[in-house]
């Protein structure tokens, strides 16, 4: 059964970085797609970033061109380094594996779903 340990949220001010980072284990990581979710209060978890086994990238529209989704597979990690943060990137961010196919964007498609990390913008 994989099992997702996420690192790395924080406070920092508007305009800051934070690298978050995923430790996978239990599956087959080299094989498995991943992605990033985050989730404010009172809202719907939404998909951020995804990264499949070949490498190809997706990001929502929200956060492309300030997040970097990579994966490393001889560690067995994934990393989200978010640049540029505004308030509203202010969520709990959660990292999913176990991906069926389909679209990434929807939290159905994922098996696996670590506990969280999160990071707080200030303005």
């Known amino acids: 059964q994989v099992r997702l340990v996420e690192s790395g949220g924080g406070s920092v001010q508007a305009g800051g970085s934070l690298k978050l980072s995923c430790a996978y284990s239990?599956?087959?990581?080299?094989?498995?797609?991943i992605a990033w979710y985050r989730q404010a209060p009172g809202q719907d978890r939404e998909g951020v970033a995804f990264i499949g086994r070949t490498w190809n990238t997706a990001y929502s529209d929200s956060v492309k061109g300030r997040f970097t989704i990579l994966r490393d597979n001889g560690e067995n990690t994934a990393s989200l380094q978010m640049n540029s943060l505004k308030g509203d990137d202010t969520a709990m961010y959660y990292c999913?594996?176990?991906?069926?196919?389909?679209?990434?964007?929807?939290?159905?498609?994922?098996?696996?779903w670590g506990q969280g990390t999160q990071v707080t913008v200030s303005s």
């Open positions: 999913a594996a176990g991906w069926k196919e389909g679209r990434w964007s929807r939290p159905d498609n994922f098996d696996a």
């Open positions: 239990g599956g087959n990581f080299a094989r498995d797609g």
